[in-house]
């Protein structure tokens, strides 16, 4: 989208930190470190959001501070809910915006207030309308079932992830890797396609680029990194994958 970045991948979203993750970083602290370490080393983070409405307003000062520099990821609220945060990604500059649909049966999500939930073709086109920048349809498995590619296609959306949730959502959800070349052959270059899923070094993220992915993401390695090293522990992994990579390509 005009954008240029350094490697083929990028950090994944995570949200509620403290719930997830301990005590030591809170949404702010942690996607402080994170989106400015990933921006200073030619690669963005995708943000997360959460059950809290301030992890979202955390993720978005941090992109704002960072100069646009990320890209905040929506949990699929209601249109009233999502039109409220569509104005704070507008207000951070953020160049790209994602909505992780992939969650969307979750329980827990639809008894909340605001609830969340599925959205039809029409309301997700109603939302990529809100966005007014490119948007990124994270959780497509198939080609044209209820989370499929045609669907964010006809929806508007500029990009997608095939993603599984990491795999936490369902049991028996096929991976990633077995349904990516067949959304990549449908795609023919109508959007960007990226992944993520169990991605963890340099020869994953080239398997997935041989498959027809345009980049990776990668989210839980990222986490350790920050609680283990915060700046430099994701400078140095950001260096480490791009090593990897970099050989795998060579040899």
């Not at 949990?75 to 104005?87: A, Q």
Request: net charge negative; with cysteine; glycine share 10%.
């Amino acid at each position: 989208f005009g954008e240029k970045f350094d490697y083929p991948f990028f950090a994944g979203p995570v949200g509620a930190m403290k719930l997830h993750y301990g005590d030591k970083y809170d949404d702010l602290t942690y996607n402080d470190i994170l989106v400015s370490a990933c921006a200073a080393n030619g690669i963005a983070a995708f943000t997360g959001d959460g059950t809290n409405p301030d992890v979202f307003k955390a993720a978005t000062a941090a992109i704002k501070k960072n100069h646009g520099q990320g890209i905040p990821t929506v949990k699929p609220w209601n249109i009233e809910t999502i039109r409220e945060k569509m104005d704070m990604v507008q207000d951070c500059g953020a160049k790209m915006v994602a909505m992780d649909i992939d969650a969307a049966g979750l329980p827990f999500l639809k008894n909340l207030n605001p609830p969340a939930g599925s959205k039809t073709v029409e309301q997700l086109s109603e939302i990529v309308n809100a966005a007014g920048i490119p948007f990124i349809v994270k959780g497509i498995m198939t080609v044209a079932g209820a989370s499929g590619a045609k669907k964010a296609f006809d929806a508007g959306a500029s990009a997608i992830v095939v993603s599984n949730h990491g795999g936490r959502v369902l049991d028996q959800t096929p991976a990633t890797a077995e349904v990516l070349e067949r959304i990549v052959e449908w795609n023919q270059g109508r959007m960007k396609i990226f992944v993520d899923g169990g991605i963890r070094q340099g020869t994953d993220i080239f398997k997935a680029l041989a498959m027809g992915a345009d980049a990776v993401l990668i989210a839980r390695p990222f986490v350790q990194a920050v609680y283990g090293g915060a700046e430099e522990g994701v400078k140095l992994y950001i260096e480490k994958l791009a090593a990897e990579l970099s050989d795998t390509m060579a040899m």
